[in-house]
């Protein structure tokens, strides 16, 4: 099994920063992307950025400019550095890493979430 942890969350004033890291270890082979998404109370979760194995990246149109998702190479580190936060961003950060698996002979997808992280953005 692929397990993921997500570290790093915490409250912060507007305007600041803060750097999450999210840890996948057990099975990490075949990883094709690892991204961090986010929910809010009372709102749907929503993806933030990704990256995937060939370290192309994608950002959601509120956080690009602000926000940096890097990783090694293997995918096994991947963090998410937030820079100028607004109250808005706050929700719980989670990390999910996106895998192919061949189980019977045909490559299917498999996909491992973490528990989440809180970043809380005070005004």
């Known amino acids: 099994q692929t397990q993921v942890m997500e570290s790093g969350g915490g409250l912060v004033q507007a305007g600041g920063s803060l750097r999450l890291s999210c840890a996948v270890s057990?099975?990490?082979?075949?990883?094709?992307?690892v991204g961090w998404h986010r929910q809010a109370p009372g709102k749907q979760r929503e993806l933030v950025a990704a990256i995937d194995s060939g370290d192309k990246t994608n950002y959601a149109d509120s956080v690009r400019g602000r926000f940096t998702i890097s990783g090694n190479n293997a995918k096994t580190m991947v963090y998410l550095q937030m820079d100028n936060l607004k109250p808005e961003d706050t929700a719980v950060y989670y990390c999910?890493?996106?895998?192919?698996?061949?189980?019977?002979?045909?490559?299917?997808?498999?996909?491992?979430w973490g528990q989440g992280t809180q970043v809380t953005v005070s005004s």
């Open positions: 999910n890493v996106a895998r192919r698996v061949r189980p019977g002979g045909v490559w299917i997808p498999q996909s491992s």
């Open positions: 057990g099975v990490t082979s075949n990883i094709n992307s």
